[in-house]
């Protein structure tokens, strides 16, 4: 039998090797939105994915204790701005927590949703389901709008780093 110590080591060692291997794994880098009376409300996310063409759904994931879990519950919408290569510092500050991410950060009103100017894609959604995913919950959402700049390339995370893609020729 193992004792605590060495079943927690093991553990620890598990978790490491699972982040290290899903920093291998290079995703888009998305600000998942949404609108609490005239205050907008954002965080990054990477877990952001293409679920279903008819009907067109998407799925995020959210911390299970976010605020804007809460608020994407209790409005039953959100919008997902796909960032472009250039947001890396608007990446780096929604994914931190606080009130006053947004506070002089430009932003408009899309479906009753924030948007962020210059963005790759933008998607507006409304929920259709809330999914258990261990710490997180899974939004599925039904796409109400969608958009692309194909000009605007966009921001990935890989390695624990911000990037782009490049395509093979």
Same mark, same amino acid.
């Given at each position: 039998m193992k %004792? !605590?110590?060495?079943a927690g080591a093991a553990h620890d060692i598990l978790r490491d090797n699972f982040r290290d291997t899903m920093a291998q794994a290079a995703g888009s880098v998305t600000a998942v939105t949404a609108l609490d009376g005239a205050r907008p409300h954002g965080?990054?996310?990477?877990?952001? &994915?293409? !679920?279903?063409?008819?009907?067109?759904l998407i799925?995020?994931? &959210?911390?299970?204790?976010?605020d804007l879990l809460a608020l994407i519950r209790r409005t039953r919408q959100f919008g997902v701005n796909v960032l472009a290569v250039e947001q890396s510092t608007i990446a780096t500050r929604l994914s931190r927590k606080g009130p006053?991410?947004?506070?002089? &950060?430009?932003? %408009? !009103?899309?479906?009753? &949703?924030?948007?962020?100017?210059?963005?790759?894609?933008w998607v507006a959604a409304t929920v259709e389901d809330f999914l258990p995913g261990g710490d997180h919950r899974i939004v599925v959402g039904a796409v109400v709008d969608s958009e692309v700049d194909p000009g605007v390339a966009p921001l990935t995370y890989h390695r624990r780093t911000f990037g782009t893609h490049t395509p093979i020729v």
């Open positions: %004792s !605590l110590a060495a965080t990054t996310v990477s877990a952001f &994915l293409s !679920l279903s063409m008819t009907p067109p799925a995020v994931a &959210l911390d299970g204790d976010s006053d991410k947004f506070d002089g &950060l430009s932003w %408009s !009103l899309d479906h009753e &949703l924030p948007r962020l100017p210059g963005i790759a894609g």
